[in-house]
């Protein structure tokens, strides 16, 4: 049975989220937001429309999750006044509990999630380290990771490149996940990504430590303005890989972008260049790339922007090769983060993408920090 000070604390932590969340403003604020949607030719401009009701339906899912909470909050203190009457059952009024408790926490982390970008549908990109199939193993790995998560999470999630490795795994995969917050919950799985195991590649069954490197942009729409010069752009087309029939192999329907950047804060040039073989259509696969090039200056503004207002929190380690932000040991059966020291034994339950525990962390971690 929970206690008064259990009991308690769900009610202030509801009341903490209606300050947190400014509840009574944004009950204001939707409907004022949804008599914009109503003023005549409003469907004219589609794109501003569609803008105008993602905007609404924004505010309208911060209320309804604080509604839920609230109502499961007072569900327990009900329960907790009928189990001292011995009207319900203890294992009641503790499944009650959980319950409440479950909500309260995934709003709570859903809070966290203020940066600009966070909302957004995101691209992550996985690269394998140096080790050959091992470490292309070891990348297909994380690949299916991240789909499990995506999964269980009611993630629309579509591969636009993939690589496969010269005998197993992949050298490199890019994928796009569309959902709420997608953005916000993964940029935490920026860094490198370590494993360590008795590889069953290695004749001698030796321990092996392989890496892989996670890279995750917001993925932004056509209502965020990104300047491309058309004239520092290039293509080539080529023959995608892999099954798919002859048309496959027959017309050059994959496209290579090639970008020359030059960042306007350091004046320091690159080549950007992005592959993309996710249809059959090349103007389609030219049109994703182009999004994906947007997604990839927009990360590049927005994270420019952070640094200037954060100064980067104190601890908080560079995305960067060789900085590996987690470890995956399978034989002593341990996965850590080295960024906030949540770790968990159930290494098999993170390979099929229970990895909101280390999700969670980090961004505790990082609001933690914002405050200080």
């Not at 798919?244 to 260049?273: A, C, F, H, W």
């Amino acid at each position: 049975m929970i206690t008064l000070d259990q009991l308690k604390d769900i009610k202030e932590r509801t009341e903490a989220l209606n300050r947190y969340l400014a509840i009574e403003d944004k009950l204001i604020q939707v409907e004022e937001e949804q008599l914009r949607t109503q003023v005549p030719g409003f469907w004219d401009d589609a794109k501003k429309a569609e803008a105008q009701m993602k905007k609404v339906k924004d505010l309208q899912s911060w209320i309804d999750g604080y509604k839920q909470v609230k109502s499961l909050a007072d569900e327990v203190e009900v329960a907790f006044e009928f189990c001292k009457d011995e009207l319900i059952s203890e294992e009641e009024l503790d499944t009650a509990y959980a319950t409440a408790l479950e909500a309260i926490e995934a709003l709570e982390l859903k809070n966290m999630l203020r940066q600009e970008a966070d909302q957004m549908d995101c691209v992550l990109k996985i690269n394998s380290g140096a080790g050959g199939t091992e470490a292309q193993d070891w990348a297909s790995m994380l690949m299916r990771m991240y789909m499990r998560w995506a999964e269980a999470n009611n993630y629309k999630l579509r591969v636009s490149n993939l690589q496969e490795g010269d005998e197993a795994g992949i050298k490199t995969v890019t994928m796009e996940l569309e959902g709420p917050f997608a953005y916000g919950y993964l940029k935490g799985e920026n860094g490198v990504h370590r494993l360590v195991r008795v590889s069953p590649y290695n004749a001698q069954g030796k321990r092996m430590t392989s890496f892989a490197s996670v890279f995750v942009t917001p993925l932004i729409d056509d209502s965020i303005e990104i300047e491309i010069n058309p004239a520092l752009l290039s293509w080539d087309t080529f023959r995608s890989g892999g099954a798919g029939g002859q048309n496959v192999n027959k017309v050059e329907s994959g496209v290579r972008l090639r970008y020359q950047y030059t960042d306007p804060y350091t004046g320091v040039q690159e080549e950007i260049m992005i592959e993309n073989t996710e249809t059959r259509d090349q103007p389609k696969n030219k049109e994703n790339a182009l999004r994906l090039l947007r997604s990839q200056l927009y990360d590049r503004e927005l994270q420019h922007r952070m640094e200037e207002q954060a100064k980067v929190e104190a601890g908080k380690k560079k995305i960067e090769w060789g900085s590996q932000i987690r470890s995956y040991v399978f034989d002593d059966r341990r996965v850590k983060d080295h960024r906030t020291g949540h770790q968990t034994s159930d290494v098999g339950g993170v390979m099929d993408g229970k990895i909101d525990g280390f999700i969670k962390s980090y961004l505790m971690s990082s609001s933690a920090s914002e405050e200080e």
